[in-house]
């Protein structure tokens, strides 16, 4: 059972440049989230899905894009990417049933923008 | 607005000492609470969770927290700490009522030395 699978690990972007990170969960979860970490900062919900076809804005969402086509995957796109978007991006899936609880977290990708 | 505050950025402990991380949350409604541990170049892990019932609640890797509604605090505790506890610990609270919606604390950085 993979659980949460992040692609790529690792991305050097140029200021400017656009990319997708891919997110696949084989958990069947109906909710699925991506945050950034930050030193000193914790983890930030940038945008979340609670299902196939929907997505919400999270507390940091500027500057970033998502897309939730099939259950199992959720895409972040980055359209023009700034020295402030360098973080480490984890994905995050969860049930959807009041009280399940709990996320699981893919392993993360490290993005750097120079 | 809900927060949660972790109050110690790094903590440092010897081997087979106590351990106690602080974790206090502002929110009106009765919670939901998280611990999460992040070992370096890892994601996230739950450790255990806290809906409703038994104020103490166990968790994986022997680690236990206490909710107590009075201090809106939800420490997390493990009585003989090993080497391999060494990782960060997030505390995290569920502003959506048990929907999935969870804010994370900054973290707290334990040290283990032998």
């Known amino acids: 059972n993979a659980g949460v699978t992040q692609t790529p690990k690792f991305r050097v972007l140029k200021t400017g440049q656009s990319m997708t990170l891919l997110c696949a969960q084989d958990?069947?979860?109906?909710?699925m989230y991506w945050y950034r970490q930050d030193p000193g900062m914790g983890l930030r919900l940038i945008h979340y899905?609670?299902?196939?076809?929907?997505?919400a804005k999270g507390e940091v969402p500027d500057g970033y894009n998502v897309s939730r086509l099939k259950k199992q995957n959720f895409l972040l796109g980055l359209e023009s990417a700034a020295p402030s978007q360098t973080s480490v991006y984890f994905c995050?899936?969860?049930?959807?049933?009041?009280?399940?609880?709990?996320?699981?977290f893919g392993s993360g990708t490290r993005l750097t923008v120079v | 607005a809900q927060s949660v505050t972790q109050p110690d950025i790094h903590i440092t402990v010897s081997e087979g000492a106590s351990l106690e991380l602080r974790c206090n949350y502002s929110?009106?409604?009765?919670?939901?609470l998280f611990w999460y541990v992040q070992s370096p170049g890892q994601g996230l892990q739950l450790l255990l969770k806290y809906f409703s019932g038994d104020t103490l609640v166990q968790g994986i890797k022997g680690f236990e927290a206490e909710f107590k509604r009075s201090q809106s605090s939800f420490n997390l505790r493990k009585p003989s700490v090993h080497w391999s506890d060494a990782a960060e610990y997030f505390c995290?609270?569920?502003?959506?009522?048990?929907?999935?919606?969870?804010?994370f604390g900054t973290g707290t950085k334990l040290q283990v030395i032998p």
């Open positions: 899905s609670v299902g196939e076809g929907t997505t």
């Open positions: 995290a609270v569920d502003l959506s009522g048990g929907y999935q919606k969870v804010t």
């Open positions: 958990m069947n979860h109906e909710y």
């Open positions: 995050a899936s969860s049930y959807s049933n009041r009280g399940a609880g709990g996320y699981t």
């Open positions: 929110y009106g409604a009765t919670p939901y």
